[in-house]
């Protein structure tokens, strides 16, 4: 029986009982009165029961009518309702957009962007994760999160990376260390193995440097690590200690107390990349929110030795990606 009654049926029932009247109904749905009362005459017919009492003067609706005109209501408005939230969720109204990025970026950009989208898009929140590049690149890979910014670290062939900006290594360390004298780039050469305080290897930086620098004699000597640029700064306090890291993450160093210098021979820089993944189109909301980013990044003085890339993505241009 269900199957022959739909929300043209409940819509139109709602009309006649808030109305009174066939005419008026029929007009607010825009209807002819012929039409509206075939629709009633097929409700009734697949309910079993009569719906409204009808004279020359007035309708009514029969005890049957009037219990159900409550429960008709609730299930139009929920269906209204449902709608109404589909179409806001495709419009980037309502939502949640889930993100992940390296640290350096949500210090520097993203917490920007999200003070700005928050103002633009109170419907939709934001998860942001932190994890190793590795991890990062399988989260975006299995959907648990919608994008990330991050450096390549395997490089998935059901992902895209799109870079957004690049920046050059250096040495980081306090301005009482040896390495802070002087002006200039430094050689890999120079560097110190017993004070150095290097990234792990599941990380982005610590991935590139020993696929890049050429430093076994750095790399493979015995040396504490970290896992993160939080950590960096308070063992970096601790006596003689050195650390490479790019620019941006440097960036967060309070300058009164440490040095940031550029590495030469060889020169490194890493690519930060939008990832994605690949023929699957952003959410709405992730539209929004990268919109929101990539204008924070071309708006907000850059750091020496970062370098945004001539073309940035915006939301919209990943709908192919």
Not at 9 to 17: E, G, V
Not at 114 to 141: D, H, N, W
Not at 203 to 211: E, K, Q, V, W
Not at 232 to 248: D, E
């Amino acid at each position: 029986m269900s199957r022959h009654v739909s929300l043209r049926h409940l819509r139109c029932f709602l009309a006649i009982a808030d109305t009174g009247s066939f005419t008026l109904a029929a007009s607010r749905m825009a209807l002819t009165q012929s039409s509206l009362t075939s629709t009633i005459q097929q409700f009734e017919e697949a309910v079993g029961v009569r719906l409204f009492d009808r004279s020359t003067r007035r309708v009514t609706l029969t005890q049957a009518g009037a219990s159900f005109k409550a429960e008709a209501a609730r299930v139009i408005g929920q269906f209204d309702g449902a709608i109404s939230d589909l179409q806001a969720f495709s419009e980037g109204r309502q939502g949640h957009v889930r993100i992940a990025a390296i640290t350096s970026v949500v210090n520097y950009f993203l917490v920007d962007a999200i003070e700005g989208f928050r103002v633009a898009y109170p419907g939709i929140t934001i998860s942001l994760r932190g994890a190793s590049a590795a991890v990062v690149e399988q989260m975006v890979a299995n959907g648990e999160i919608d994008f990330a910014v991050e450096s390549r670290y395997r490089g998935y062939d059901e992902l895209s990376y799109t870079p957004l900006f690049e920046d050059t290594y250096g040495v980081v360390c306090r301005r009482d260390h040896p390495l802070a004298r002087g002006k200039g780039p430094i050689d890999w050469a120079g560097l110190d193995p017993a004070s150095y305080i290097g990234f792990s290897s599941d990380t982005g930086i610590g991935a590139y440097l020993r696929a890049h620098a050429g430093m076994p004699a750095l790399f493979d000597a015995p040396h504490d690590e970290i896992s993160n640029t939080g950590a960096l700064y308070s063992m970096l306090g601790i006596g003689q200690r050195f650390s490479v890291l790019p620019a941006l993450a440097a960036s967060e160093r309070d300058a009164s107390k440490f040095v940031f210098r550029e590495l030469r021979s060889p020169g490194l820089k890493r690519e930060i990349c939008l990832i994605t993944r690949h023929l699957r189109a952003l959410s709405s909301g992730s539209e929004h929110f990268l919109h929101f980013l990539c204008d924070t990044m071309r708006r907000k003085p850059i750091p020496p030795g970062v370098h945004l890339c001539p073309v940035m993505p915006d939301g919209g241009d990943l709908r192919a990606a």
